[in-house]
Structures are given as structure tokens and as C-alpha cells.
């Protein structure tokens, strides 16, 4: 018994360690990037993607809310990496109301949605094609998970989620 205690305590640490995406990739394009949309030129539509970025602006609509995202590329637990280069900008609309001070600029946010296409507007002087995406699901990050933790914790502990 106590030849099994050792290594039942590392499986139990590693196993606290783990996480899982937070978003349904079933159906997904996971390898269609903002950037790679817009880098090809040509009209996509009806293509499930997962996409994610920070937002840069939100805006309530008469029946549904428009983000518009500066993409980034997502970790293995579909949260943006901020400390690698933006992929462009896209919008996404969902249908309803989002409250804009929740989703507001500078909050991070994953999303999986079918690309409708493209909406071309101006962006300061310069005219931008922003691919554009109805959302089937929105996640937002918290305030304190936006930061990339690297510190390296020890210990026992339960998470729960809401």
C-alpha cells in the first residue's frame, strides 16, 4: 500500500494540473485563422470556426450585438495568446443583447460561429475587410485569467465551475 501512495499522489497532481477547452470544437475549423481568411481574398461562408481575440469595440444593435475582435491566436485551452501577433480583425454578431460594459474593449473572449462572409469599413483612413461571423457560442474570459499565469503551482485542490 505504501509503494502506491507515491505515485497515486503525482497522478492526483497532474491530473489537478489539466484543463479543457472551454468551447465545442465538434464541426469546427479549428485550422481557419482570421489571417488566413483574409490573406486568401476569397468569400468564405458557412464554415464553423473557432476564433478569439480581444475586443475592440462592442455595439448593441436593434436585435442582436456586434463585436469587433483583434484576433489572436488561441492556446490549447482556446484563450488568446496575446503575446503573439494579432491575426487581424473580425466581427461577430450574436443574436440578442449582450451588455456592452461586460463585453467591453480589452476583454478577451473565445467564440465559435459560422463566417457570413465579409463587411468592408473604414478603419481610421484605411478601408478594412473585416471577416465577419454569426456566434453560436461566447466565451468571455475573466478579468484575472486574461494575464498569462506561467508561475508553477503546487498542491491539492478541487475546482469548480459555475
Known sequence: MTKLLPPLL???????CSTKPVLPTEGVNTALSV???TDSGKAMSGIRVL????????????DRTRL???????????????????GGRFLSY????????DYA???QVSMVGVITGTEEARLG???????????EKIHLWPIAQQESDTRVR???GILLHN
Not at 10 to 16: C, K
Not at 68 to 86: C, F, G, I, M, W
Open 125 to 135: 483612413e484605411h478601408h478594412y475587410k473585416y471577416p465577419s461571423m454569426q456566434a
Open 10 to 16: 503525482i497522478l492526483l497532481l497532474v491530473s489537478g
Open 105 to 107: 474593449a480589452g476583454r
Open 51 to 62: 476564433w478569439g481575440g480581444v475586443i475592440v469595440a462592442s455595439t448593441n444593435l436593434k
Open 68 to 86: 469587433e475582435v483583434l484576433a489572436y491566436p488561441l492556446d490549447s485551452n482556446q484563450r488568446p495568446k496575446t503575446s503573439s501577433p494579432a
Open 35 to 37: 489571417q488566413q481568411l
Open 94 to 101: 450574436h443574436k440578442g443583447y449582450l451588455e456592452t460594459v
Open 154 to 156: 503546487f498542491g491539492f
